[in-house]
């Protein structure tokens, strides 16, 4: 595995430092900014700071985002946020508080992960599931949170989710396991919604991206 280091900076927009409560999901992103790297995405999570500083001299709103992994284009995993510590990126403060976030970099607007792209995503939320427990229906994407159309290509094609969800399963068993079926719809109430997936609690709302 092509793991890289790189942490964010403590800051309000994209880690704040909090401390995760159980981790009981995993929520696959696509970066929705087709053919750039993965360490140029962690990047721009870091940057917020100064890049909120510009947009509020526009008059603009803050933006809150981050994930704790981002995968890019060669199948590099860039590890941005402790697994212990809260990411902005379901769009649900609630699921942010017991959840990791995966986005995931990909060719074209098609949001159609490349095979490497898409067999790293496969190992590392194999990974996952097996170190913290998470059973394969508690791998879910920002859609299932929110609605969202994220990851685009897998809310289009429901089969290809369906089929990286078996690829999944088969990395955590070692062996084809036919995987049951999930139940209907999510229980999971978003809070007040980002673009870019922040929520925050009714005291610190503020209107972000």
């Known amino acids: 595995m092509n793991e890289i280091e ?3 900076s403590i800051n309000p927009y994209s880690r704040t430092g909090e401390k995760q409560g159980k981790v009981e999901y995993i929520v696959v992103h696509w970066i ?3 053919n750039t790297s993965a360490v140029a995405n962690r ?4 940057n917020l700071p100064s890049i909120n500083a510009e947009r509020r001299q526009k008059g603009l ?12 284009l060669n199948g590099e995993q860039v590890h941005c946020i402790p697994y212990d510590e809260v990411a902005f ?3 649900s403060y609630s699921m942010n508080r017991k ?5 995931v970099c990909h060719p074209d607007w098609g949001g159609k992960f490349s095979d490497v792209t898409y067999n790293s995503l496969v190992e590392l939320t194999a990974e996952l599931c ?7 229906n508690n791998v879910i994407r920002h859609h299932d949170v929110t609605g969202k159309d994220c990851p685009k290509y897998y809310v289009e094609n429901q089969g290809e989710w369906a089929r990286f969800k078996q690829d999944v399963q088969n990395a955590i068993t070692g062996t084809i396991t036919p995987v049951p079926e999930e139940p209907k719809g999510s229980e999971e109430k978003p809070m007040y919604r980002f673009k870019n997936g922040k929520t925050v ?5 503020r209107v972000g991206k």
């Open 130 to 136: 097996k170190k913290y427990g998470i059973g394969i």
């Open 61 to 72: 709103p803050d933006t809150y985002a981050s994930s704790h992994d981002i995968i890019g």
């Open 32 to 34: 929705g900014n087709a």
């Open 201 to 205: 609690r009714s005291e610190e709302r």
């Open 6 to 8: 790189r942490l964010l």
């Open 89 to 91: 990126h379901s769009g």
């Open 43 to 46: 990047n721009y999570f870091n």
């Open 99 to 103: 959840s990791i976030g995966i986005e």
